[in-house]
């Protein structure tokens, strides 16, 4: 709002409006001593993965809230982010809106925050997260980004390693392949990788049980082996577990719920000629590393479509005060915000604008199949950790007397009469 999320714009639109209002530089450094003057205000919203928001759903919200909280004269850049299991977005305002409002952020103005996300997810068929019990309490910034970017690191180096994993022959070829990727490879005593960006290399066995180099050369040695790859003709032992199940089911009770769920992964064991538990695991490794690989060109996309369209309405805007035949203060001062950042962006006639909704509407074209085969992925991984989740399940105990149990229990439970 009021400015757009590319870096270098939305710096000069929001540096613009502060200097004109505070009567400060934008730039300056801070003071030797006590607090400086607040010229921006950070906000993170974030959903529950279970609620399965699409960022496309998300930005929305962000936006929606953002005019609801700092109305329509105040300078915000959202950014949403998938590159975690939960979607977020990052919100920051300037500390001044182009009216000359002066936002102050307390314990105050934070509660209310809180309940304006609140209403507004609501208002989207989104139930808020709960932090009664602290899980969801803020905490600085610092803090956070230490903590989120920790994590993030790993789970990357994780993912990287289980997509190569299908594909190199020993742990040497492995690390190999992770330094024509990018990354750093100490070798030592222990074994340490860093990734372009990352400030300091973890070990390997820090990223867990199945990294280490033990672990390591156990996967790749029996990867072949566990996927059932040596002998395609071998019968599929995953097939007769799930048969089997079924069948013994059907002779105690052959109208039990859970017949209809075990009958369609039968059907998806069948139709993708799943032959044991190890291939379908191999599959899901594949599948979640394909779903972050989309995930961050995703997340790519949509920053530059973000960009783009925040460009759009600016010009848009421009135009239209350029048309006007009467202009007020505050109309000069937002001709001059958009004029420079348009300028920026070299766009200074209208046949210009015209360009860039064209490469608009060719980005949304690209953006299209990249969340068609994210979701296709995103499925099937949810399809196949099913079941080898129910795998599992069936293969422990008396899986079939369990049921019945269950079954008879639930039936010898009281009804309540209204």
Same mark, same amino acid.
């Given at each position: 709002m009021n400015c757009i999320p590319d870096p270098k714009c939305a710096y000069l639109a929001m540096k613009m409006v502060y200097e004109?209002?505070?009567? #400060?530089? !934008?730039?300056?450094?801070? +003071?030797?001593?006590?607090?400086?003057? @607040?010229?921006?205000?950070? &906000?993170?919203?974030?959903?529950? +993965?279970?609620?399965?928001i699409s960022p496309e759903l998300a930005h929305q919200i962000g936006r929606t809230f953002a005019r609801k909280a700092f109305g329509d004269n105040c300078q915000v850049v959202i950014a949403t982010h998938v590159d975690k299991q939960h979607v977020h977005s990052h919100i920051i305002i300037n500390a001044y809106g182009i009216d000359g409002h002066k936002f102050n952020d307390n314990q105050t103005t934070l509660k209310q925050l809180r309940e304006i996300s609140d209403?507004?997810?609501?208002? !989207?068929? /989104?139930?808020?997260i709960d932090t009664e019990r602290g899980a969801g309490r803020g905490i600085d910034y610092n803090e956070w980004e230490h903590k989120q970017r920790g994590t993030s690191w790993k789970e990357k180096i994780r993912l990287e390693i289980?997509?190569?994993?299908?594909? @190199?022959? #020993?742990?040497?070829? %492995?690390?190999?392949?992770l330094e024509l990727l990018g990354y750093t490879v100490r070798r030592g005593k222990y074994i340490s990788i860093k990734a372009p960006e990352q400030q300091r290399a973890v070990r390997l066995k820090t990223?867990?049980?199945?990294?280490?180099?033990?672990s390591l050369a156990s996967r790749i040695l029996w990867r072949d082996v566990e996927a059932g790859l040596n002998n395609p003709c071998e019968k599929s032992a995953l097939r007769e577990k799930y048969s089997e199940t079924i069948s013994g089911i059907q002779k105690v009770n052959a109208f039990h719920p859970t017949l209809e769920q075990l009958g369609t992964m039968l059907t998806v064991? #069948?139709?993708?000629? %799943?032959?044991? /538990?190890?291939?379908?695991?191999?599959?899901?490794?594949?599948?979640?590393?394909?779903?972050?690989?989309?995930?961050?060109?995703?997340?790519?996309l949509a920053a530059q479509q973000n960009s783009l369209t925040g460009l759009a309405e600016q010009a848009e805007e421009y135009f239209a005060l350029m048309d006007k035949a009467e202009r007020i203060p505050a109309d000069e001062l937002r001709l001059k915000m958009h004029k420079t950042v348009l300028e920026g962006s070299n766009i200074?006639?209208?046949s210009d604008?015209? &360009?860039?909704?064209? @490469?608009? @509407?060719?980005?949304?074209?690209?953006?299209?199949? %990249?969340?068609e085969n994210f979701?296709?992925?995103?499925?099937?991984?949810? %399809? &196949?950790?099913?079941i080898a989740k129910t795998y599992y399940e069936i293969s422990k105990g008396d899986y079939i007397t369990r049921l019945v149990d269950e079954e008879l229990k639930s039936r010898a439970k009281p009804r309540r009469s209204l």
């Open positions: 004109q209002f505070s009567g #400060n530089k !934008f730039d300056e450094p801070p +003071p030797n001593s006590g607090k400086g003057e @607040v010229k921006a205000i950070h &906000y993170i919203q974030s959903f529950d +993965p279970k609620d399965k209403r507004v997810c609501l208002a !989207f068929g /989104i139930k808020p289980d997509g190569l994993i299908l594909k @190199v022959k #020993n742990v040497d070829e %492995l690390l190999a392949e990223l867990g049980d199945d990294y280490t180099i033990e064991i #069948n139709r993708d000629n %799943l032959r044991s /538990i190890g291939e379908v695991e191999g599959k899901i490794r594949q599948l979640e590393y394909e779903v972050e690989k989309a995930r961050q060109e995703l997340n790519a200074s006639s209208r604008f015209e &360009y860039l909704k064209s @490469v608009i @509407v060719d980005t949304q074209k690209k953006t299209a199949p %990249l969340k979701e296709r992925c995103r499925q099937f991984c949810d %399809l &196949y950790s099913e």
